[in-house]
């Protein structure tokens, strides 16, 4: 028990504040402020419609009551909703990039050169909203792929933009979709041609820094006919005191026969162990597939006070597949609301879900997920589940898997459990000299091993550092 | 819908001058109360989460009649067909809502097998010690079940006593000119180490529709074994709501058998509460609906003390362009150590429109419980028919005996052998086979 206090007592490790000369909008949003954030970003007039199209829609809506967690409702007239690093200077090398910002990086344990020259990963690094510095862009355009930032997109290939934006996840949508619609500061692009294979992993590291402002991005990714694209998205907050409000969008389109691999690792700042401060994540993230093609969604989420995310699937297109692994973990205080949506409407379409949560201190997870068979998805094929960890007795893990069939062709499977670390498995390891703290990580990360094992290399590492963390030490 | 609320609300003025002297009493404040939640409520809609895949508006569109005449119109020999045994059993009947005292066995002698109304007129401090009890006034059914409460089934059965025959409670409803609208409550009591078999029947004789809103409570004590049978085989035009809370103390068993095998739309609502350590609840489900026909089970299964354990199990199958439901919650509250809850839900599609919507939900807030659910939905296996028509068995028939199989696993849980026949055959009429030998 004593490992226990202290593990989960242990505080945030990626607390640090780096101080840059923010640009920031006064607090509050009207429609002046969303021209404002357009204009500033130099948008075309389509854009600035679109965007005030889309606050227009956000205010006929109200916020989603459903889920299982509570919150202090945040103030949206109390948010700064556009944050840049102001421009020093255009940057050519790496060498140019603010030097705090380095250190960021570095306290981050994810060094840009390292990873540079190492893995081959191309990062397009968006600190507050804005990229500032992309990478290997050259060599990726060698291959017709692009790779830049939302608002470079939109003014340089306005017409893709233009025709995908909004298609998978409409403004209409939700309320915290509506207001990213409204003022999405920046995110990633990238569009992959026909027959290409993108031959490095894409990655995008999102920070929120700016105290006081909320982080809203906009993710589009388009796979076009035959290919493939990996894409990796890491998220690490500095500890702030007042909650901060994350409203991201993340759509995902698999034209024929594409494959798009999309992973997460989210460890944004939780909160104290009291319950304070933390990231209010509410983020709509999903995927088209059209005829043969396959959308795999691996997610690891130890951060935010408040997770509200739904990684979903819209099998539109025959025999196409969608995946969906997720390792949930929440200590303290922390609710997090999470699952899948697969929505099968073509023939012959497929779909795996593998939920794992664990749950410690006094916090609580809950599983929601949907899995629809549409009249017409013959032979529609589904297997869930979702197994949840519980440590300490004051937590709490909850499922609310919906089951919709409405093809008699349809066959949905679906298994839940709920168990602990067991006193005799701990035994077992100490008895072969393997210490309870080891012995417990061990446990997690054979747990959360299915999931893990769908990650790239590169974050799999990171994940596991991050149980770990997150957790060790908890024997109920 | 709003007409047939409006027809509730006047109906309750009515109702409440018709209680002689009762008006006072403690059930009566109890009513007056429930009353007021569902003026509040009104009727669920489908944005209720509860109601997310039911809709009620068919249901209650009809203006039912809510008052019946009371008319001695059905006959034993009617009656009859519909009676597990002549002699072998306990039997309370009701037409139209009131009680049938000519086809009905009771007892007073050692335990009391009766009527609701008697209960309120003869044990009035047992009435005030139960009733309402365990019946939440936020669902709006059963408020409007509480509002109205007049007559139903009482069962008491003292401490250490073994009712010897089981008890078959049966609900008629006869032919009338309206739609008619039902309210049964019950009051089921078992005191420590006692047991009892209890068969609910409701059975619409009518060809207009009949609705009926039936709600029980029902406390084993320690130690207290129940065997209840819940059989729901009425005919196209009637719909039911039934609304069942248990409440289990320390080492009691429940053994709960819910076959529903027809019924325009069938709506089960069994909440059990394990209050004590070591009570043990057993929920078994069985449906087999075809047409336009809507099976609902929304159970909830509440572990509120340690070392308790609960064990699901629901089939069904859906043809034609029926809809089946089944939200299996299980509560497991802080605390409630080494539970061990297990819970399962296979249905089978035959054709293409018919709709499944399956939602087991978990609500855990202990670490050191075994808690698990499996859902499955899909179809016939291939290879099994195939083996069977290999072996020059029709195709109707081999589906009937896979049907048969695969629903064998709830009814063979049937404890009665004249009970267990008679579900079998009605299952099987359902199928249109009748098989010439005895399985």
Known sequence: MEILEKVTKSEYKYGFYTPLEADKVPPGLNEDIIRHISAKKNEPEWMTEWRLEAYRIWQTMQEPQWANIRYKKPDFQAISYYAAPKPKKQLNSLEEVDPELLKTFQKLGISIEEQKRLTGVAIDVVVDSVSVKTTFKEKLAELGIIFCSMSEAIREHGDLVRRYLGTVVPRTDNFYAALNSAVFSDGSFCYIPKGVRCPVELSTYFRINEAGTGQFERTLVVADEGSYVSYLEGCTAPMRDENQLHAAVVELIALEGAEIKYSTVQNWYPGDKDGNGGVFNFVTKRGLCERDSKISWTQVETGSAITWKYPSCILKGDNSVGEFYSVAVTNHHQQADTGTKMIHLGRNTRSTIISKGISAGRSQNSYRGLVKIGPRAINARNFSQCDSMLMGDQCGAHTFPYIEVENPTAKVEHEATTSKIGEDQIFYCNQRGIPTEEAINLIVNGFAKEVISQLPMEFAVEAQKLLAVSLEGSVG | ?439
Request: hydrophobic residues 40%; aromatic residues 12%.
């Open chain 2, 1 to 439: 819908m709003e007409a047939f609320k409006e027809t509730l609300l006047s109906s309750f003025i009515v109702f409440e001058n018709q209680l002689n002297g009762q008006k006072k009493s403690e059930l009566h404040k109890l009513r007056q109360k429930a009353f007021e939640a569902f003026e509040k409520y009104g009727f669920p809609t489908r944005k209720d989460e509860d109601w997310k895949y039911t809709n009620l508006k068919p249901i209650i569109k009809h203006d039912y009649k809510i008052f019946h005449p009371k008319e001695q119109k059905l006959q034993l020999d009617e009656a009859r067909k519909y009676f597990l045994s002549e002699t072998d059993t306990y039997r309370i009947v009701f037409v139209d809502g009131y009680y049938a005292s000519w086809l009905s066995l009771t007892t007073h002698h050692q335990y009391d097998i009766c009527t609701f109304s008697a209960l309120i007129n003869r044990y009035p401090e047992i009435a005030d010690e139960y009733v309402g009890k365990l019946i939440n006034h936020g669902d709006s059914f059963t408020a409007l079940n509480t509002a109205f409460a007049r007559e139903g089934a009482y069962i008491f059965v003292p401490d250490n006593k073994i009712v010897d025959k089981p008890i078959e409670i049966l609900h008629f409803t006869t032919p009338h000119a309206l739609p008619a609208f039902q309210q049964p409550r019950s009051l089921l009591v078992l005191g420590k180490n006692s047991r009892a078999t209890v068969i609910e029947r409701h059975i619409s004789l009518s060809a207009n529709p009949v609705f009926t809103n039936s709600a029980t409570e029902v406390f084993l004590h320690t130690g207290a074994i129940l065997d209840h049978y819940k059989i729901q085989t009425d005919h196209y035009e009637a719909s039911l709501i039934d609304n069942t809370v248990y409440q289990l103390q320390g080492y009691s068993v429940l053994n709960l058998t819910t076959a529903s095998l027809g019924g325009k739309f069938v709506r089960n609502n069994p909440i059990v509460k394990l209050i004590e350590s070591m009570a043990e609840a057993h929920l078994w489900g069985l449906t087999k609906i075809d047409s336009s026909e809507l099976a609902d089970h929304h159970t909830s299964i509440e572990h509120i003390a340690p070392h308790c354990q609960s064990n699901e199990l629901y089939k069904g199958i859906f043809g034609g362009r029926s809809t089946g439901i089944f939200n299996g919650k299980v509560y497991v509250a802080p605390h409630a150590q080494k539970t061990n809850a297990f819970q399962q839900n296979n249905n089978i599609v035959l054709s293409d429109k018919a709709t499944v919507n399956t939602k087991p939900q978990l609500e855990i807030f202990a670490n050191d419980v075994k808690c698990s659910h499996g859902c499955t939905v899909g179809q016939m296996d291939e290879n099994a028919m195939f083996y069977l028509r290999q072996r020059g068995i029709a195709a109707d028939k081999a589906r009937a005996l896979l049907l048969l199989a695969f629903a064998g696993e709830i009814v063979d849980k049937i404890q009665l052998p004249e009970l267990r026949q008679y579900v079998k055959r009605i299952f099987n009429q359902k199928n249109h086979i009748d098989f010439d030998f005895d399985l």
